[in-house]
């Protein structure tokens, strides 16, 4: 540990187990010390989590790319008519998790997809079902704040009936996406027509009372200014301070290829994305679990990552689509043995889990 004078006061409120402020975690975004800023990261995370870190071995499932939002930054979405477009029917989206078993130690899927203008919730529910009934020892983490409002939406029913349907078709969690970032501002200029923010804290807050657990995210790197990070963290540890519900925490930095956007914004830097790894870590300190998310950040950015607060790996994810429409180079899925070792050239101990942090190997 070695000390950095102009963030003397911030340093000691962490070595003491202090809560930062929203006034610390804006001097934070401005720190040129990456090296402190790692520093403190990763002494809380040894304090908090010890040496484990957590990944799965899973398949995702993007049941369709069509989708009413049409986000400026996505470059996953499609209109019904597009090329490019489509919409998976049960057997298609079954011989997906099919062909993913062929490593024996698959053991969860995630399910996400776009809002299919004509899909009716009960259509969402039974590719679910189908699946479930199919393979129940696979654990379910599906859909995001932003889908469940959807279903609300088209179904009539409330948050709360359309979890409890979902979770009668085997949903042991839920996706931490569709969290942007958690301003009015922001969502009514680049996302418009999805959830608002209070609506995904909302769905949030009902799952956790349910005894369902959720993972948060934070999509950084667009329009948002600094402070607007900082205050969408505080809104989440606010929200874990009344419910203890969120799992892990994930720093989705944007990628603006093949997206509105991405004619005038560039991508985050290795430097922004360890950054906001560390703040995040600093910020959220009744958050147990950070991921960095290797898809979005790269192999080599996310194994650094784990020196800076992160403790969580994600998967091996089996043909993730949505972001690699965006431009991610990172392969589009991992050997189990590759996370292994990638983990250990680390200095950690890897341990696979389930949907909900269970440790089912550890090496």
Not at 104 to 125: E, I, K, M, Q, R
Not at 172 to 184: C, K, P, T, V, W
């Amino acid at each position: 540990m070695f000390t950095n004078e102009e963030y003397k006061d911030i340093e000691n409120k962490i070595l003491n187990g202090e809560r930062l402020s929203r006034e610390d975690g804006i001097r934070l975004f401005h720190c040129k010390d990456i090296a402190w800023l790692g520093a403190m990261a990763d002494y809380v995370r040894k304090k908090k989590c010890g040496d484990i870190v957590y990944y799965n071995v899973n398949c995702h499932v993007n049941l369709t790319n069509i989708c009413t939002s049409r986000c400026k930054f996505c470059a996953f979405g499609r209109d019904e008519d597009m090329p490019g477009a489509y919409a998976m029917t049960v057997e298609q989206a079954k011989d997906v998790v099919r062909d993913a078993m062929k490593d024996p130690n698959l053991a969860g899927l995630h399910v996400v997809s776009g809002l299919h203008p004509t899909w009716s919730f009960d259509d969402y529910l039974k590719i679910l079902q189908d699946i479930h009934d199919e393979f129940p020892n696979l654990y379910l983490k599906g859909f995001t704040g932003v889908e469940i409002t959807h279903f609300s939406k088209i179904s009539g029913l409330s948050i709360k009936e359309v979890l409890e349907k979902l979770m009668g078709a085997g949903l042991q969690a839920i996706a931490g996406g569709g969290a942007e970032i958690l301003s009015d501002r922001i969502r009514n200029e680049l996302c418009p027509n999805k959830a608002t923010a209070d609506q995904w804290l909302e769905v949030a807050r009902t799952a956790h009372l349910m005894g369902l657990k959720t993972n948060a995210s934070m999509l950084y790197g667009h329009i948002e200014t600094l402070e607007e990070r900082v205050d969408h963290l505080l809104k989440l540890r606010d929200l874990q301070d009344e419910t203890g519900g969120f799992q892990t925490f994930i720093c989705f930095p944007f990628l603006p290829k093949n997206t509105e956007l991405g004619k005038t914004i560039k991508q985050t830097s290795m430097w922004d994305d360890l950054r906001t790894m560390a703040i995040s870590r600093l910020m959220l300190d009744n958050f147990q679990n950070i991921k960095a998310y290797w898809v979005m950040l790269t192999v080599p950015v996310a194994q650094v990552a784990l020196g800076f607060g992160a403790n969580d790996i994600d998967g091996t994810i089996h043909k993730e689509t949505i972001l690699h429409d965006a431009g991610a180079t990172s392969p589009t899925a991992l050997r189990e043995d590759t996370i292994i070792d990638i983990i250990r050239e680390a200095g950690r101990i890897p341990a696979a889990c389930d949907c909900n942090f269970n440790i089912l190997r550890k090496f």
